[in-house]
């Protein structure tokens, strides 16, 4: 029995392509949106002294200038991944482009790093939203000193220009923020059932306090009298006898030799 082979024409395979193409990003089916009643924050610092505190899901719509520091902390829990979305848009046309960024710093001050988004766009100066995106590591339940892995606490998000011409400090803009946490539960918490390495070379578990050898009697008499090696003792007698050989030598090199 002989099988026909299956020939796909052009037309099936723009199609197919199309199909894929239709079909629902994950990235799409994961953005973040407030939460329902959540109340939005109209405010936000100036440093991190200053940082207006936030939770997940609750928006953020602050007007600001162009050169503005804008601050704001939230709380992370083990086993949370926060993931930050900002959009920021211009109410008029600016002299040229400009490149935004978003910060996230830890309790430390240390500045964690972003797994996927837009941290640091450029935008035309004809453009009129700019859109900035950071997504974090799992925080860890714990981690050692000398790493710099995100632990719980809270957290410090900074929004800013880092780039821009000159004419266009001070240039109203409307911001809006929003802060989302999915929690997967900490992975770090798991417990060894078996040692990694198994035990070859068991010992036996002692029941009775051990008895020593016995010692032979002679031995014993003859090792009496014989001074600890260690002893003081053997170190000052070898030393003086060293001494005075060195002195008999000494002597014998630096004598004058007898006229006759």
């Not at 610092?45 to 940082?51: K, R």
């Not at 939230?74 to 109410?91: E, N």
């Not at 260690?230 to 007898?258: D, E, H, N, Q, Y």
Request: glycine fraction near 10%.
């Amino acid at each position: 029995m002989t099988r026909t082979p299956i020939v796909r024409t052009g037309a099936a395979l723009a199609a197919a392509g199309l199909a894929l193409l239709a079909a629902p990003t994950p990235a799409a089916a994961t953005t973040p949106t407030p939460s329902p009643g959540a109340t939005p924050v109209t405010r936000a610092g100036t440093s991190f002294l200053t940082a207006t505190g936030i939770a997940a899901g609750q928006p953020v719509r602050v007007d600001a200038s162009i050169g503005d520091f804008l601050y704001w902390s939230f709380p992370a829990t083990a086993g949370q991944r926060h993931r930050i979305t900002a959009s920021v848009s211009f109410p008029k046309t600016r002299s040229g482009t400009s490149t935004w960024t978003v910060e996230v710093f830890d309790g430390l001050r240390r500045r964690q790093a972003c797994t996927d988004g837009a941290q640091t766009p450029t935008v035309d100066a004809s453009a009129g939203t700019v859109t900035l995106g950071c997504t974090l590591r799992q925080v860890r339940s714990w981690a050692e000193p000398w790493s710099a892995d995100p632990l719980p606490g809270t957290y410090y998000l900074r929004l800013s220009v880092v780039d821009l011409p000159e004419p266009d400090l001070g240039l109203p803009v409307d911001v809006e923020l929003l802060v989302s946490a999915d929690d997967d539960g900490s992975r770090d918490d798991g417990k060894l059932n078996a040692p990694l390495t198994p035990v070859t070379e068991a010992g036996t578990v002692l029941t009775g306090e051990p008895t020593a050898a016995p010692v032979d009697a002679e031995d014993d008499r003859f090792a009496d009298w014989l001074p600890d090696l260690g002893s003081r003792w053997i170190w000052t007698t070898v030393g003086g006898v060293l001494a005075a050989v060195a002195g008999v030598v000494g002597f014998g090199l630096t004598r004058r030799p007898r006229r006759a």
